[in-house]
Every structure is written in structure tokens, then in C-alpha cells.
């Protein structure tokens, strides 16, 4: 097998990947966007149902998190690729990935996840945020509703608790960038 094979199966296998993990997304936030409506609406009949709520954030907020780490990877994967295939047969014939730094988001541009703020903020950039703003006003509501009720305050440490690791940890790997670290030096030695 040539290499220009090579690099062109690990490129439709990344761009499966990323094809998979968009779909999962998609179906996920429909389903924590679903559960949440429930567990509000069952809270109006028992307020234990908002217990329930401040943890669907969280889980959501990691699992959708988790799949945008691979499309992170999948994105600079293709990339890599694509610009290593151009670079063989010398010309710019695969372009999907600078399509999608414009379009979608610049995949290797600071961002909050996938939102990129300023001159390139997209579609793309605002529904993540607006999804992240679904999320954190539920679990803010409801967790402003069990304070004021005076719930139990061993809950409520548990749950500041698992919200701030859940914080760092996202903080640590998306804001300060260091998973794409982890992929730069990878590439930096196959360049």
C-alpha cells in the first residue's frame, strides 16, 4: 500500500468518527433536553424531582463534552491528514478542513469547547453556547429552589463538590488547551 492510501484511509476513518460522534451529540442533547423538561415538570407535583435536575446538568455537560473532545480530535486528525496528503501530491485538492475552520469553528484557534468568540464566532459556536446556557440555567434554578427550601446541606456539598471538579477538569482540558497539547506534539513529530 502507498502512502497517499494510507493517509486516505485514516482520513475517511476520522471523518467517520467525526460523523459518528456529531450524531451522538445531537441525540444526546435532545435526550438530557427531554429528561430535564420531565424532571421539572415532576418537580411541580414533588420538589424531590429537582435533586434529580442539577445531576442531568452535569452528566450532560460531561458526556456532551466528551463527545466534543472527539470532535476536537477527529477535526485536527483530518486535518493533519488532509494537509499531508496535499503536501505529496502537491496542491491544495483536500479542502474540507478549511471549510470547516471557517464555517463551523477554527478548530485550531482558542475557544470555549467549540465556540470561538470575536471575528470567527459562528452558528456553530452559538448553539454550544446556547446549549450550555440551557444546561447551567436549569441546574442554577433548580439548585436555587433547593437551597431556598433548605435542603439537605450534604447534597448540596456533594454537589458543589462534583461541580467544581467537573470545572477544573473542563477548564484544564478545553480552556488552557491542554488536549490539543497532546495532539500538537504528536503531529509536531510527523510533520
Known sequence: MDEINILNSQLTRMRQMNNFYHK?????????FFFTVIFFYLSS???NALLIIPFISLFGSVLLSFHAHYLIF??????FLEEKINKINGNDLLIAHKLENSYLFPVQDRKI?????????????????????????????????LIIIKYDLI?????????????????????????????EKVFYEYR
Open 74 to 79: 477527529t477535526r485536527n486528525y483530518s486535518q
Open 155 to 183: 447534597y448540596l456539598y456533594f454537589l458543589v463538590i462534583i461541580t467544581l471538579v467537573t470545572l477544573f477538569f473542563g477548564i484544564w482540558w478545553f480552556l488552557l488547551g491542554n488536549g490539543e497539547k497532546k495532539l
Open 45 to 47: 407535583i414533588n420538589i
Open 113 to 145: 469547547v467549540v465556540a470561538k468568540l470575536g471575528s470567527n464566532f459562528t452558528w456553530f459556536g452559538f448553539v454550544t453556547l446556547f446549549i450550555t446556557f440551557l444546561g447551567l440555567s436549569a441546574y442554577i434554578f433548580a439548585l436555587r429552589e
Open 24 to 32: 451522538q451529540f445531537l441525540l444526546d442533547v435532545r435526550l438530557l
